[in-house]
């Protein structure tokens, strides 16, 4: 089985996309669920909610001790969690009934990807959902990094 999601890909899937819960969301500025955050409030359309039992807010929003606590309907579930803890969170994402499951830079696991998949979900492992939105939407520049499209018009945000 192939776990490698493509450009044309990831890009459907966060054009399709309504709503960004981050587990795992930080409120130290230092930690990339922080930057990730920020970024997707200030340069996305996305409803971006915040899971973590340890906080009760961040940025000015409410942040929820579950994924089960989330109002509305949960989509794409961006996860900043260690390797250990991701067949547990994949389980309440299945149970949120979310669409994807987005487990960030450095975060790869097979057996969660398939139990995701088996449950009809979209998986992508090992990308940074802010990383992948700049770059569909033409904004890498903004964050030092080369977007590899030379183009003087500003491309539509996924």
Not at 5 to 27: H, W, Y
Not at 89 to 101: D, K, N, P, Q, S
Not at 104 to 125: C, I, N, R, S, T
């Amino acid at each position: 089985m192939s776990y490698d999601v493509g450009a044309v890909e990831r890009r459907r899937l966060l054009s399709r996309t309504k709503s960004v819960t981050i587990v795992g969301a930080s409120n130290n500025p230092a930690r990339p669920s922080y930057f990730v955050a920020t970024y997707l409030l200030s340069s996305s359309e996305y409803q971006v909610n915040f899971v973590n039992p340890r906080l009760d807010e961040l940025l000015g929003r409410p942040v929820y001790p579950s994924l089960a606590d989330v109002p509305g309907e949960v989509d794409l579930v961006s996860v900043f969690r260690k390797h250990d803890d991701l067949p547990g969170v994949a389980e309440e994402v299945v149970r949120a009934g979310a669409r994807t499951l987005w487990l960030q830079l450095g975060l790869w696991h097979e057996p969660v990807a398939d139990q995701a998949k088996e449950a009809g979900l979209d998986v992508v492992m090992n990308r940074c959902v802010k990383i992948e939105h700049a770059r569909f939407a033409g904004g890498l520049h903004l964050a030092g990094f080369n977007t590899g499209v030379i183009s003087s018009r500003r491309q539509s945000a996924p």
